[in-house]
């Protein structure tokens, strides 16, 4: 019996170092987390209903490459969650928080003005808006942020939008062009195209929100509009090379052209 129990004891005592390995084995730290470095492309941005689609801002930044205490067990993705901030208060306030896996952000002309105006800025009236990266790395450890950049921000007013036709993207949602009255149902505007970019004509009324008439083309002519349920979003063909051309569209004969 002393036997048995001799042995049961040394078979216990190897388990418990057995284990004891495994946990000390599996004790890997990370290292290296700090805050982000963050570039602005702009200091001063003047946004108009003709830069909504171009790209009139980026940002860019920097994150901390994190150091694994075993070298065969890397850190692996996912483990550092990065958060683009935006704020129109130095303190960060009130926060516009942008998840991100990339290591920039772009922003045009419709984007940035939506989130001036979801800040409370003022149309026509610049105003700084700030930027930061926030960064976390588990549950338990407290964020780090980058340094700021401020941006001076002219957002337009989407009132300014009104009674006339305007170029919208297919969809409706991204205002492409504000079009100028000619004569009655004639309007005209300047435009840069690109080849196949498909798009929607559309009469609106006290802002870009209130779509009154939607104009296609139809569909046995390209250059004919329609307002049936049926018509075909309109396009530029691939005679355009990426340089500005000016838009007509003729309500009285139904008819557009670029040129």
């Known amino acids: 019996m002393k036997k048995?129990?001799?042995?049961?004891?040394?078979?216990?005592?190897?388990?418990?170092?057995?284990?004891?390995?495994?946990?000390?084995?599996?004790?890997?730290?990370?290292?290296?987390f700090k805050a982000s470095d963050l570039m602005a492309s702009a200091s001063d941005v003047v946004l108009s209903v003709d830069n909504t689609k171009d790209i009139v801002l980026s940002l860019a930044w920097q994150n901390p490459?994190?150091?694994?205490?075993?070298?065969?067990?890397?850190?692996?993705?996912?483990?550092?969650?990065?958060?683009?901030?935006?704020?129109?208060?130095?303190?960060f306030a009130t926060v516009k928080e942008y998840s991100v896996t990339d290591l920039s952000k772009a922003f045009t002309g419709a984007d940035l003005n939506t989130l001036a105006k979801d800040l409370g800025t003022t149309p026509g009236q610049s105003a700084p808006l700030y930027f930061r990266i926030k960064s976390l790395m588990g549950n338990n450890l407290d964020a780090a942020y980058s340094n700021v950049c401020q941006v001076n921000v002219t957002p337009y007013s989407e009132s300014e939008v009104s009674n006339t036709l305007c170029m919208f993207s297919k969809d409706g949602n991204t205002l492409l062009a504000v079009m100028n009255k000619v004569s009655d149902g004639v309007y005209t505007c300047k435009y840069k195209p690109t080849a196949w970019e498909n798009f929607r004509f559309i009469f609106v009324g006290e802002n870009k929100d209130d779509k009154l008439t939607w104009y296609g083309s139809d569909p046995s002519d390209l250059f004919k509009l329609s307002t049936a349920s049926d018509c075909w979003n309109i396009w530029f063909k691939d005679d355009v090379t990426g340089g500005e051309v000016t838009v007509t569209a003729d309500l009285n004969t139904m008819t557009w052209k670029y040129e």
Do not use: H, W
């Open 65 to 91: 490459t994190l150091l694994s205490s075993d070298e065969t067990k890397p850190a692996g993705n996912g483990v550092l969650k990065t958060y683009l901030q935006a704020s129109s208060s130095e303190s």
């Open 4 to 32: 048995i129990f001799r042995n049961l004891m040394m078979l216990l005592c190897a388990l418990t170092a057995l284990v004891s390995c495994d946990e000390s084995g599996d004790k890997i730290y990370l290292d290296g």
